[in-house]
């Protein structure tokens, strides 16, 4: 079953006179349940298509397809509903709401969404469970460690139970210890429910958990393999 | 997002900067105050010079000389001797105004009146024996001069009770006789303390027999006005038909538009006053409302900055799942609860001083001065305290909506 289709993906940053190509006819395909890792250096072009493929962004040219679908056939609020049931989203930085706590945190997404109110509380414990921080629920972000922070932006990332997961860089700002931590839940996230997971890493040790990967050079693809 | 939500995301977003959001509000606080404020007293104002008119009595209707006054330039026209008594022997005639049941004349002017080495200005008053039916006020010590002692020319008066305490302090006042432009009158009634009755403070007043008063004291062979009453409220309209025939008829006027009087009822008088004061209400209202509009301003200002410093949040929001409305509510709902919370403030402060200063107008002045709480007002005030916060939080909160997602999470 093909997830995403991609074809000449193209992104190019015009600001003033100048120009930045990001992104320069890039293709793949994504079937359901993959576990793909993205390296390259940085302006590779690696975040632009993970924002392309998260719908934050409109590519400029070559096309998009999700779920069978292409990007210019949805409406603003359908893309917004998209990135809320379709696409859960862990950044580098976190992310998280300050002077919230993590129960609150999580329950972010469940704002924006159809699930009446009434689930509300079992979905974002048993999220908050799955990422172990239960003892936690009552803290705010700024009393979190990192590995802690990260591992609420993940259980924010699938308490609607999403499709596809696209990590920035979630060990970034980690040590290898909770690196590996984070990496290991998104691995689980992956074996148990079958979940798609594309991750950009900079680290070959984390890149090995997941089964696909693509490096990225100059907003082109260099290799793509099977791991 | 449910509205509960909303409301509740955009209380906490407000909470965490408590003093910013006071002092965001603090202009609609006090626009919103101006205006409770001005609403109240203008109301006060009207109560207070529509009961003193009352005091006269809803029949009663007043002819006075001169042609009704249309603009400043025709004030020289109040002073007018068109009223002489042809006229009041005209109108007096039964088959002329039938259902006239009292017609009274007055003179009035500022008069030194003296007794021994006192001296005080008072109003003196040239009236008929019905004066003290028409004004409901009689002597509390003495009696009254009777129509008999009018039409007598007695040197009699009835003075009121400042009068008789600048006067006579504690002694007694009755049989003394005071003097008033070197003529002596005879004390024979001393009123009770009254206040203001219609154009009248009866504290202040020496009441005097109106012919002796005319020649004696004035010089003038005219009067200041007709004071007539109605047999029923519902011949006033009849009464005031006959009133203008008769005289003109006896001026010789036959374009109304050249009377050289006119007639007016307590109605007419209670609609000019309430006109008199509700436009003046209105302009002082309007002065306050700008300061809603700087209030306004000051939200739209503050609003901006929140915007720009929450980019990252809207970012994370709209990567979430919000979509553009979800944001443009969220940050509108801001604005509105600002607005609107300061309306509530404004609205409270506005009465809470009203009624201080009708407590220091009826206790400090003794003015018979009644708190009102206009609750149009408050109404209006906490709906345009909405509005402004809708008018002036839409434009941050449309810049909010259209943030890119992209560059509102890379934004530090």
């Not at chain 1, 689980?188 to 079958?194: A, D, V």
């Not at chain 2, 955009?10 to 002092?23: D, G, I, P, Q």
């Not at chain 2, 979509?323 to 300061?342: K, P, S």
């Not at chain 2, 709906?383 to 909160?397: E, H, N, R």
Request: proline share 3%.
């Amino acid at each position: 079953m093909k997830l995403i289709e991609v074809k000449n993906l193209e992104k190019v940053y015009q600001s003033g006179e100048s120009k930045t190509v990001a992104l320069d006819g890039v293709s793949f395909l994504v079937d359901k349940g993959e576990f793909i890792a993205i390296m390259g250096p940085s302006g590779s072009g690696k975040s632009t298509l993970l924002q392309l493929l998260g719908f934050l962004d409109r590519q400029t040219g070559g096309s998009y397809k999700f779920d069978g679908k292409s990007i210019e056939e949805y409406s603003e609020p359908e893309l917004a509903r998209i990135r809320n049931e379709k696409i859960g989203f862990v950044f580098q930085a976190f992310n998280l709401l300050a002077r919230s706590s993590v129960y609150e945190n999580v329950r972010l997404p469940l704002f924006y969404s159809n699930v009446p109110e009434t689930a509300w509380d079992s979905k974002i414990k048993s999220a908050i469970d799955a990422v172990g921080i239960s003892h936690r629920i009552v803290h705010e972000p700024g009393e979190l460690s990192g590995g802690e922070k990260q591992r609420v932006a993940i259980a924010r990332s699938f308490v609607l139970d999403p499709e596809m997961i696209l990590a920035d860089e979630p060990t970034g700002n980690l040590d290898s210890k909770n690196g590996e931590m984070i990496i290991k839940l998104l691995d689980e996230l992956n074996r148990k429910t079958g979940r798609t997971i594309i991750l950009i890493t900079h680290e070959e040790s984390l890149a090995k958990y997941a089964r696909r990967l693509i490096r990225m050079k100059d907003g082109k693809i260099e290799s793509d393999i099977r791991i | 997002m449910t509205t509960r939500h909303l409301i509740k995301t955009a209380l906490t977003a407000l909470k965490a900067h408590k003093s910013r959001s006071f002092l965001t509000i603090l202009g609609i606080v006090i626009g919103i105050t101006a205006i409770i404020l001005v609403m109240s007293i203008g109301q006060g104002a009207q109560d207070l010079i529509l009961s003193q008119i009352q005091g006269l009595g809803s029949r009663t209707i007043v002819v006075i000389p001169g042609r009704e006054p249309s603009g400043p330039s025709d004030v020289a026209q109040i002073f007018s001797d068109s009223l002489k008594e042809k006229d009041l022997a005209l109108i007096s005639r039964k088959e002329n105004v039938p259902n006239a049941e009292k017609i009274m004349p007055i003179v009035f002017g500022g008069e030194s009146s003296a007794y021994g080495n006192e001296t005080y200005r008072a109003t003196v008053l040239g009236a008929s024996a019905d004066v003290f039916d028409v004004f409901d006020i009689y002597p509390a010590g003495g009696v009254p001069f009777s129509e008999s002692d009018v039409r007598g020319r007695q040197a009699y008066a009835v003075i009121g009770s400042k009068v008789k305490d600048e006067l006579f302090g504690g002694s007694e006042a009755i049989g003394e006789r005071i003097k008033i432009k070197e003529k002596n009158f005879r004390v024979v009634g001393v009123l009770p303390k009254k206040g203001q009755v219609s154009f009248f403070n009866f504290d202040e007043i020496v009441l005097v027999p109106y012919p002796l008063s005319q020649d004696s004291l004035f010089g003038i062979k005219y009067f200041h006005r007709f004071i007539i009453s109605a047999d029923a409220e519902k011949n006033i309209a009849r009464v005031v038909e006959d009133l203008q025939a008769t005289l003109r008829n006896s001026h010789g006027i036959t374009d109304p538009k050249k009377d050289d009087f006119f007639v007016q009822t307590q109605e007419d008088l209670a609609a000019r006053i309430g006109i008199i004061t509700n436009i003046l209400t209105l302009l002082l209202v309007s002065v306050a409302a700008i300061s809603l509009i700087v209030g306004g301003i000051g939200i739209m200002n503050i609003m901006l900055v929140a915007v720009t410093e929450r980019t990252r949040e809207i970012g994370l929001r709209k990567a979430l799942g919000a979509a553009n409305r979800d944001i443009l509510q969220q940050f509108l709902l801001e604005a509105v609860i600002l607005t609107c919370v300061g309306g509530i403030l404004g609205i409270l402060t506005g009465a809470l001083l009203a009624f201080g200063v009708s407590l220091i107008l009826s206790q400090a002045l003794g003015l018979s001065w009644t708190f009102s709480f206009p609750i149009s007002g408050a109404l209006i005030g906490f709906l345009v305290s909405g509005i402004i916060g809708l008018a002036f939080g839409i434009y941050p909160a449309r810049k909010a909506s259209q943030k890119n997602p992209i560059d509102a999470l890379r934004y530090e």
